[in-house]
Nanobody, 120 residues
Framework: VQLQASGGGLVQAGGSLRLSCAAS??????????MGWYRQDPGKQHELVAR???????NYVNSMKGRFTISRDNARNMVYLQMDSLKPEDTSVYYC?????????????WGQGTLVTVSS
């Protein structure tokens, strides 16, 4: 399974970026997976930003509510993160995640990160 994230870059505070994640793989049924965006700063663990379940339920971290929008396109095996009103503290490396339960285990896939830099 491959998760290819893109769309990061440098933006001024108050600006917007749209991250995209393309999922692919043999026998990978995208619609069966919960998808999420995480971010990670140096020396820290992944931090959840937003997730959308296989059924379409959505959760955001409180600090992102109202500013970020996650969506998925099951026909294209894509998940998106629209980020508006960006703040310098949103600067981080953003990662795409796909996960699903399998019995008592959880299958997790991670993409490479895409760097978002918000200047003040």
């Amino acid at each position: 399974v491959q998760l290819q994230a893109s769309g990061g870059g440098l933006v001024q505070a108050g600006g917007s970026l749209r991250l995209s994640c393309a999922a692919s793989g043999i026998n990978f049924n995208f619609k069966d997976y919960n998808m999420g965006w995480y971010r990670q700063d140096p020396g820290k663990q992944h931090e959840l930003v937003a997730r959308i379940t296989s059924g379409g339920d959505i959760n955001y971290v409180n600090s992102m509510k109202g500013r970020f929008t996650i969506s998925r396109d099951n026909a294209r095996n894509m998940v998106y993160l629209q980020m508006d009103s960006l703040k310098p503290e949103d600067t981080s490396v953003y990662y795409c995640n796909a996960n699903r339960g399998l019995g008592n285990a959880t299958i997790n896939y991670w993409g490479q990160g895409t760097l978002v830099t918000v200047s003040s």
